[in-house]
């Protein structure tokens, strides 16, 4: 049996995530039993949402166990089967976690998929056609659900989320304005992934900044949002938000360390008589087969063409994760281990 | 023609709202046109809806003119007509201000509605059967959406809409809990409201103290609540909500005068999947019927049977006024004009 290089979490931040809460070990791979599957991981996806479960506080996920290998959706290709179901080769989607290979339960139903990867490229099954994808889905199409004309908003839009956001929306006849960080990052939302606008919030660092920006972009206000950062930049956008606007929020990064986030002005919820909903897209399995189909569709068609970011090896793992973090990622953050 | 006394809108509030922002003044009711009634007031509504207008800012209703009559709901009895459609000696609700008498265009559709006082008293049309009633039923029925055994709470719980909302939430087999201002109140809404318990947020003056008293008094987490003070009473709601709770946002009366009411952590909206929707009953004309029969039915029944704060005069109407912005009133605050 093969070696395995795995990261464990080692101890919980204190404060900002650091590369010392991981530990790197190497096991010998198991003997497989009935039913068992030997993935080898191609691709690591690296989110957001890990560093959440980082925490031992109460959240959505349970937190991250001590000692044990970060979780995490790896897609890869069998190795070793004893499934009837799946053969060495099979190019599969699982939630491996941080590490070379994997064993899986693949009798279980949504423990492992097989993907094609004739039309859509093996990697693109842990961004734009897989949960992050369908977080934009949800957002977009059950939370925000705008007409055509709506003018739409994304923080961190040049991310996994944010460039199937902006491929989604302008599918459905929308204005899109992406916000992001730095000159390189609007320039690729606009040139690149087709946004109406992008608006760079390193120069705009507080909320009235930020909104005079979100006025320019947005002459007839904002219909929509969706959120992935939170702090300043809801305020900004909570101040441009038409009647009946609704926010999709779906992460609130800029808080994941710990600092407080608050809302500056909440009665705008009220005064504009606005939806705000918080979700996260693994309560909503039901909607997953037909936002793929859409994802794949827009892939395999030319549409939605994602950058990657990709670390090599999973030593690298634990920088590439805390760059994420502080958006040193263009685009979704991978960890290619072959 | 009767003399008719009005109080006029004279200045703006600087910060908190006082008396001298209003001016009484002395008319001749005018001649009517082909078409009009002439309505005699009984009662003129108090709500807290009003202050926000008193403001020049951007709210979702334009804001109220100056020199010109404060505007506000009315019942009353036609006591000269020129529209075949009223008699003298109907009994009315309109929109007629803060004023004795006003002339109706009674021919446009929705400006004066005839009413039966046989099972409701007219008062009751200012609050229970009336907008109030509408704005409770509208945020429980349409916004929060609860399912039988679902645990519910409402601040300004023995007010026009509370008192209203308690009774709706126990006809759909939901606990619900109040929260209001002082012992007396807490009381009333326990043991003539029929609200299962009632959290006096005096003895609780910050959000961590307030949670703390929500925790006992809701032990299985709150799924709904009713919002219509903000600031840290909202605050203590987040602590305390359960997973895909609803927030029926209606009012923050805590931030009329203008302080910064922000909301301490918004997280908590992603990490429980919550929906906050701020809402105004105007926009929903649509559900008016609706609500007023099932509204009348619990009155007629006696399962609704709310307090009234009852003013004498018109001159008295701004001090009851500045009494409901801070919680003086006890149940639904009106000026008795007769």
Same mark, same amino acid.
Request: charged share 20%; with cysteine; hydrophobic share 40%.
């Given at each position: 049996?093969?070696?395995?290089?795995?990261?464990?979490?080692?101890?919980?931040?204190?404060?900002?995530?650091?590369?010392?809460?991981?530990?790197?070990?190497?096991?010998?791979?198991?003997?497989?039993?009935?039913?068992?599957?030997?993935?080898?991981?191609?691709?690591?996806?690296?989110?957001?949402?890990?560093?959440?479960?980082?925490?031992?506080?109460?959240?959505?996920?349970?937190?991250?166990?001590?000692?044990?290998?970060?979780?995490?959706?790896?897609?890869?290709?069998?190795?070793?089967?004893?499934?009837?179901?799946?053969?060495?080769?099979?190019?599969?989607?699982?939630?491996?976690?941080?590490?070379?290979?994997?064993?899986?339960?693949?009798?279980?139903?949504?423990?492992?998929?097989?993907?094609?990867?004739?039309?859509?490229?093996?990697?693109?099954?842990?961004?734009?056609?897989?949960?992050?994808?369908?977080?934009?889905?949800?957002?977009?199409?059950?939370?925000?659900?705008?007409?055509?004309?709506?003018?739409?908003?994304?923080?961190?839009?040049?991310?996994?989320?944010?460039?199937?956001?902006?491929?989604?929306?302008?599918?459905?006849?929308?204005?899109?304005?992406?916000?992001?960080?730095?000159?390189?990052?609007?320039?690729?939302?606009?040139?690149?992934?087709?946004?109406?606008?992008?608006?760079?919030?390193?120069?705009?660092?507080?909320?009235?900044?930020?909104?005079?920006?979100?006025?320019?972009?947005?002459?007839?206000?904002?219909?929509?949002?969706?959120?992935?950062?939170?702090?300043?930049?809801?305020?900004?956008?909570?101040?441009?938000?038409?009647?009946?606007?609704?926010?999709?929020?779906?992460?609130?990064?800029?808080?994941?360390?710990?600092?407080?986030?608050?809302?500056?002005?909440?009665?705008?919820?009220?005064?504009?008589?606005?939806?705000?909903?918080?979700?996260?897209?693994?309560?909503?399995? +039901?909607?997953? @087969? =037909? &936002?793929?189909?859409? #994802?794949?569709?827009?892939?395999?068609? $030319? /549409?939605?063409?994602? *950058?990657?970011?990709?670390?090599?090896?999973? +030593?690298?793992? @634990? =920088? &590439?994760?805390?760059? #994420?973090?502080?958006?040193?990622?263009? $685009? /979704?953050?991978?960890? *290619?281990?072959?």
């Amino acid at each position: 049996m093969p070696a395995n290089r795995q990261l464990l979490l080692d101890n919980r931040p204190k404060g900002e995530a650091v590369a010392g809460n991981f530990r790197l070990v190497s096991v010998e791979t198991p003997e497989l039993e009935d039913g068992q599957v030997l993935v080898r991981h191609h691709y690591l996806s690296l989110d957001p949402y890990m560093r959440g479960r980082m925490n031992d506080s109460k959240s959505y996920a349970q937190p991250q166990p001590l000692g044990q290998v970060m979780q995490g959706a790896t897609v890869g290709e069998v190795v070793e089967s004893r499934n009837p179901r799946f053969a060495v080769g099979d190019k599969v989607v699982g939630f491996g976690g941080w590490q070379e290979y994997s064993v899986a339960d693949a009798s279980q139903p949504g423990v492992l998929r097989k993907v094609d990867t004739a039309h859509v490229p093996l990697s693109y099954y842990l961004g734009a056609v897989g949960m992050p994808g369908v977080t934009a889905w949800y957002g977009l199409v059950k939370i925000i659900a705008p007409g055509k004309d709506s003018t739409l908003t994304i923080s961190a839009a040049t991310g996994a989320v944010g460039s199937a956001f902006g491929a989604l929306a302008r599918a459905r006849g929308c204005r899109v304005v992406g916000i992001a960080g730095g000159p390189d990052k609007c320039r690729y939302a606009v040139e690149e992934l087709g946004f109406d606008a992008c608006i760079d919030h390193r120069q705009h660092p507080d909320a009235r900044s930020l909104s005079q920006a979100l006025k320019e972009a947005c002459p007839a206000g904002i219909d929509g949002h969706f959120e992935n950062v939170g702090g300043y930049l809801l305020d900004a956008i909570l101040l441009r938000a038409n009647a009946f606007a609704r926010v999709a929020l779906c992460g609130m990064i800029a808080g994941y360390d710990g600092q407080p986030l608050p809302m500056a002005n909440p009665a705008l919820i009220l005064i504009n008589r606005m939806k705000i909903e918080g979700f996260i897209v693994s309560d909503h399995m +039901e909607v997953w @087969p =037909e &936002a793929l189909q859409e #994802l794949g569709t827009l892939v395999a068609t $030319g /549409k939605l063409r994602p *950058r990657e970011s990709i670390a090599q090896g999973i +030593e690298s793992a @634990p =920088e &590439a994760f805390l760059g #994420l973090l502080k958006g040193r990622n263009f $685009g /979704k953050q991978l960890v *290619r281990l072959i």
